[in-house]
């Protein structure tokens, strides 16, 4: 019985992200909790956000409420914001993070501190702070479509791994998966994020099973399953890398 070997992968990204701005989009989610608070609208910083994103003329809502039907059946149309802090003795630190629904970045502030030494009012300060260069940023709301970045469905050839072409590509670097990464739904796919939260590996949707097209920022190629686990293979100096992976979706 023959056997066969997956040989090729040919995908090409058709449209991106690159020309989406701020301008792009009506409405944010706020979070009702930061990852660096034990609690729901701690120090009401939440609360302050969603208003301050109001006044600049977005359209805001907490991310876990019961959201217009225009969001909640297509959540590609609202930016998620976040808030990153950063650890001080003497200051509190925070840069305010909008992202569209695939995990990109389209505005990073700048650091917006504080020196106050009362928790409330140092967070407050330090996130007022933070939204001074998006206020500074001209936003008018374009009624334009975002767009979703397009790929199309890879090209699988499969050979007789007793070809001569089957035993070059049969060469392949392994190593062992390290780590659990979650999926998280997107629009064309998941993004696999690991526990910091941070993005490690964008999967795109093809139409095999248990195949996507996968791009970590520094490799592209895909992440498929194999006697039961998950692989991220990719070329590297000519060079087959299969990494082994632990998703859980």
Same mark, same amino acid.
């Given at each position: ?21 701020? @301008?792009? +989009? ?7 909790? =930061? ?7 701690? =120090? ?16 805001? +809502?907490?991310? &876990?409420?019961?959201?217009? !039907? ?7 149309? *609202?930016? &998620? ?9 003497? !200051?509190? !630190? ?18 917006? #501190? ?6 409330? *009012? ?16 001209? =936003? ?15 090209? $699988?050839? *499969?050979?007789? $791994? ?7 590509? *049969? ?33 795109? #949707? ?25 692989? /991220?293979?990719? =070329? @590297?100096?000519? #060079? ?8 859980? /979706?």
């Amino acid at each position: 019985m023959k056997r066969y070997f997956l040989l090729l992968l040919l995908f090409t990204t058709l449209s991106g992200y690159a020309q989406n701005t701020i @301008n792009n +989009y009506k409405y944010v989610l706020v979070p009702e909790q =930061y990852s660096f608070f034990k609690e729901a609208h701690q =120090y009401g910083l939440n609360s302050l956000a969603k208003n301050m994103l109001e006044e600049k003329g977005f359209t805001a +809502y907490f991310d &876990n409420k019961d959201l217009p !039907t225009e969001i909640a059946n297509n959540k590609c149309k *609202a930016l &998620n914001a976040d808030l990153i802090e950063k650890k001080g003795m003497f !200051t509190t !630190t925070l840069t305010l993070i909008l992202k569209d629904c695939q995990g990109n970045v389209i505005f990073k502030s700048k650091e917006g #501190k504080s020196r106050e030494k009362e928790f409330s *009012a140092a967070y407050n300060e330090a996130l007022r702070n933070a939204f001074v260069s998006l206020n500074e940023l001209p =936003y008018t709301f374009t009624d334009e479509a975002v767009k979703v970045e397009s790929v199309k469905a890879p090209v $699988v050839v *499969a050979a007789p $791994v007793n070809s001569p072409v089957a035993v070059a590509a *049969a060469v392949v670097e392994s190593t062992e998966a390290s780590g659990t990464l979650y999926a998280q739904a997107t629009a064309n796919g998941f993004q696999l994020i690991d526990t910091t939260p941070k993005k490690v590996i964008t999967l795109y #949707k093809t139409s095999v099973q248990d195949c996507f097209i996968a791009d970590s920022g520094q490799s592209k190629g895909i992440v498929l399953k194999k006697d039961g686990k998950w692989f /991220f293979e990719y =070329y @590297n100096n000519e #060079k087959l890398v299969s990494e082994g992976l632990l998703i859980k /979706f």
